[in-house]
């Protein structure tokens, strides 16, 4: 199946190619800028072409994917030239005029699905993401559409545009306009924001994580959501006279007033105690890490950078200012920002050193009494760090063997002379004799 994804060379675009080309279907992306494109295309390996049009008619599904002030411009343009049998696709996270006017513009044929992936470029992949499809009607790509969104896992929503559009109006309008009024505060307050984290909470670090987030996506974006929505101006007024009349209540010290206004607040928010629950959990989470970072200080441990995807593995040395130092196998030390890794598993870590370190194999014949059980003994032996794998080569009775006893010969592969060393200790600690 050929997909064609118009601006697929940044932004979510991009990241929809990825995930496609990921699935086996045939990409092509296309942008305006042909050096990025060929770059792009080159490392998720799909086609590139600066040509709109000619992948419009040639594609099964085209999917737009351009900033939200030219995505019905761009509609406009690429629809009435799709081929018979084909579908139609949008990304914008504003979906009434997208909705109508790929509806009006389509040719007899072809079919349109609004959609909103609510997530952003860097979210790893489409399990458990929101994604909200707003067709005014519904044909035969639909339940292929739906049924490979299921297939990920993704929470798929099926609503009208203008309902999305009032949905959208609370989930970005509101809280981006609020997240920036509050950077931009700080920035009026002449705030460091490095010097207040000496003194943060649990709380205020995942508040000022989140306002970083928002703020520091493309402000076209940002300023695109905020005007056209069609309800963003109602949102930002009332926004507007809760702060103003929350400053009047505290400017005359109204301390039933706010009282009033914090509890009336807290009813509309629904369960709070599911909310405390998340919160807590995400707060526990950060700071198990952090436990356990600090508890591997002079351990050896393995973490992922969470977008470059390398893996880096030594020693922990130190942990300062929100950076681990850790030293490598080769006695070189790596400073890693720990916001930006994950901690690797004992099993992630071990099947990563068994694909980038050189293994020692050494074949251990052992003599133990004939009621031992040689699968169990292989069990434990499995079990010991650093070992890799092990094999049950031979199992011998005969001359030079007792009448009451049994050979067997394991093949062991390790990380290390060390943790085949180790594996003999243990079989005499087992009452094994070395042949």
Same mark, same amino acid.
């Given at each position: 199946?050929?997909?064609?994804? #118009?601006?697929?060379?940044?932004?979510?675009?991009?990241?929809?190619?990825?995930?496609?080309?990921?699935?086996?279907?045939?990409?092509?992306?296309?942008?305006?800028? +042909?050096?990025?494109?060929?770059?792009?295309?080159?490392?998720?390996?799909?086609?590139?072409?600066?040509?709109?049009?000619?992948?419009?008619?040639?594609?099964?599904?085209?999917?737009?994917?351009?900033?939200?002030?030219?995505?019905?411009?761009?509609?406009?343009?690429?629809?009435?030239?799709?081929?018979?049998?084909?579908?139609?696709?949008?990304?914008?996270?504003?979906?009434?005029?997208? !909705?109508? !006017?790929?509806?009006?513009?389509?040719?007899?044929?072809?079919?349109?699905?609004? !959609?909103?992936?609510?997530?952003?470029?860097?979210?790893?992949?489409?399990?458990?993401?929101?994604?909200?499809?707003?067709?005014?009607?519904?044909?035969?790509?639909?339940?292929?559409?739906?049924?490979?969104?299921?297939?990920?896992?993704?929470?798929?929503?099926?609503?009208?545009?203008?309902?999305?559009?009032?949905?959208?109006?609370?989930?970005?309008?509101?809280?981006?306009?609020?997240?920036?009024?509050?950077?931009?505060?700080?920035?009026?307050?002449?705030?460091?924001?490095?010097?207040?984290?000496?003194?943060?909470?649990? =709380?205020?670090?995942?508040? =000022?994580?989140?306002?970083?987030? #928002?703020?520091?996506?493309?402000?076209?974006?940002?300023?695109?959501?905020?005007?056209?929505?069609?309800?963003?101006?109602? #949102?930002?007024?009332?926004?507007?006279?809760?702060?103003?009349?929350?400053?009047?209540?505290?400017?005359?010290?109204?301390?039933?007033?706010?009282?009033?206004?914090?509890?009336?607040?807290?009813?509309?928010?629904?369960?709070?105690?599911?909310?405390?629950? &998340?919160?807590?959990?995400?707060?526990?989470?950060?700071?198990?890490?952090?436990?356990?970072?600090?508890?591997?200080?002079?351990?050896?441990?393995?973490?992922?950078?969470?977008?470059?995807?390398?893996?880096?593995?030594?020693?922990?040395?130190? =942990?300062?200012?929100?950076?681990?130092?850790?030293?490598?196998?080769?006695?070189?030390?790596?400073?890693?920002?720990?916001?930006?890794?994950?901690?690797?598993?004992?099993?992630?870590?071990?099947?990563?050193?068994?694909?980038?370190?050189?293994?020692?194999?050494?074949?251990?014949?052992?003599?133990?009494?004939?009621?031992?059980?040689?699968?169990?003994?292989?069990?434990?032996?499995?079990?010991?760090?650093?070992?890799?794998?092990?094999? #049950?080569?031979?199992?011998?009775?005969?001359?030079?063997?007792?009448?009451?006893?049994?050979?067997?010969?394991?093949?062991?592969?390790?990380?290390?002379?060390?943790? =085949? +060393?180790?594996?003999?200790?243990?079989?005499?600690?087992?009452?094994?004799?070395? &042949?």
């Amino acid at each position: 199946m050929k997909i064609g994804i #118009i601006g697929g060379t940044k932004g979510l675009g991009k990241t929809l190619a990825c995930y496609l080309k990921h699935d086996n279907f045939d990409v092509t992306i296309t942008g305006r800028d +042909e050096k990025v494109g060929k770059k792009v295309s080159h490392k998720l390996n799909v086609k590139y072409t600066s040509n709109n049009l000619e992948v419009a008619e040639n594609v099964d599904i085209l999917i737009i994917s351009v900033p939200i002030h030219v995505t019905i411009n761009i509609i406009k343009e690429l629809a009435p030239h799709m081929k018979k049998g084909s579908l139609l696709m949008d990304v914008t996270s504003v979906k009434t005029q997208a !909705t109508y !006017t790929m509806n009006k513009y389509i040719p007899e044929g072809v079919e349109s699905i609004p !959609t909103h992936p609510v997530f952003g470029p860097r979210t790893p992949g489409f399990e458990g993401q929101v994604i909200v499809l707003t067709p005014l009607k519904k044909g035969k790509w639909y339940p292929k559409i739906y049924n490979y969104f299921k297939s990920k896992n993704m929470r798929i929503i099926e609503t009208n545009c203008k309902h999305h559009d009032n949905m959208m109006g609370i989930v970005q309008v509101l809280t981006h306009f609020s997240y920036i009024s509050t950077a931009y505060a700080m920035e009026k307050l002449k705030v460091d924001i490095k010097e207040t984290e000496e003194y943060e909470s649990p =709380i205020y670090n995942i508040m =000022i994580d989140t306002i970083a987030r #928002i703020v520091s996506q493309n402000p076209f974006l940002t300023y695109s959501i905020q005007e056209e929505n069609i309800n963003g101006e109602n #949102i930002r007024q009332k926004f507007y006279e809760a702060v103003l009349e929350l400053k009047k209540v505290l400017s005359l010290k109204d301390q039933e007033k706010f009282k009033e206004i914090t509890i009336k607040s807290t009813k509309n928010m629904g369960d709070i105690k599911a909310a405390l629950g &998340r919160s807590d959990k995400l707060i526990n989470t950060l700071s198990e890490e952090s436990n356990y970072l600090y508890g591997s200080i002079g351990s050896e441990i393995g973490l992922k950078h969470i977008y470059s995807q390398n893996i880096h593995v030594g020693i922990v040395k130190s =942990i300062k200012d929100n950076f681990v130092t850790i030293k490598n196998k080769n006695n070189k030390e790596e400073k890693l920002k720990i916001s930006n890794v994950k901690i690797l598993t004992n099993e992630e870590l071990l099947n990563w050193k068994k694909d980038n370190y050189k293994l020692y194999t050494e074949s251990i014949s052992c003599v133990f009494k004939n009621n031992s059980n040689k699968y169990i003994i292989a069990k434990v032996i499995e079990k010991m760090d650093d070992i890799t794998n092990v094999k #049950i080569t031979d199992e011998y009775t005969g001359p030079q063997i007792n009448d009451n006893e049994i050979s067997y010969t394991y093949e062991i592969s390790g990380l290390n002379k060390k943790s =085949i +060393e180790d594996v003999k200790k243990l079989i005499i600690g087992f009452g094994g004799v070395i &042949r």
